[in-house]
């Protein structure tokens, strides 16, 4: 999901405690219906006021996806207000993709200084990730700075120059 979700593994990666949260509109997607709405569903929903139309333009609209994301066996939860609205969890870890900004990450460190945070990196034998957490001393020493890995990739060899 980070190749969907975190732009190439450039984003982050939020973890919610919902320990103190009753989700009382948390549901599983479906994968295996239609996403498309009729307008008479909708009439019915919003004029007719029928709450058989409601369940179904909600379900559709809300709760379902095309089956080539079902290996994701996502969850929803969805709000009856519209807008930005803050999230009602806590902000329980941090992780930050392979190719994240120093400078985001330098960021999101200070700024959550009471949040776990952790590096993902990928394990030799596959596609596999692991998690490491961030040093903050580190952070608070040296503040922005990339990675060597990134630094190194950027050395242009040229043998033309060397003979």
């Known amino acids: 999901m980070w190749s969907h979700y975190a732009d190439q593994h450039r984003g982050i990666c939020i973890e919610y405690d919902m320990s103190d949260h009753d ?5 599983p997607v479906e994968y295996d219906r239609p996403r498309s709405l009729r307008v008479s569903e909708i009439i019915q929903w919003k004029i007719q006021k029928l709450a058989a139309a409601e369940r179904r333009v ?3 609209y ?9 290996y994701e066996r996502e969850w929803r939860d969805v709000y009856a207000s519209n807008g930005v609205v803050s999230a009602p969890f806590r902000v329980s ?3 930050f993709g392979l190719r994240c900004d120093p400078a985001v990450r330098t960021a999101v460190v200070k700024l959550l200084s009471s949040v776990p945070c952790f590096d993902v990196y990928p394990l030799e034998d596959g596609f596999r990730l692991r998690r490491r957490g961030v040093d903050r001393d580190d952070i608070e020493m040296f503040g922005v700075r990339s990675a060597m890995r990134l630094e190194f990739d950027k050395v242009v060899v040229d043998d033309a120059a060397e003979k």
């Open 58 to 60: 909600i379900g559709t």
């Open 62 to 70: 809300f709760f379902s996806n095309a089956p080539q994301w079902r």
């Open 23 to 27: 989700c009382a509109h948390l549901k």
């Open 93 to 95: 870890a941090v992780y």
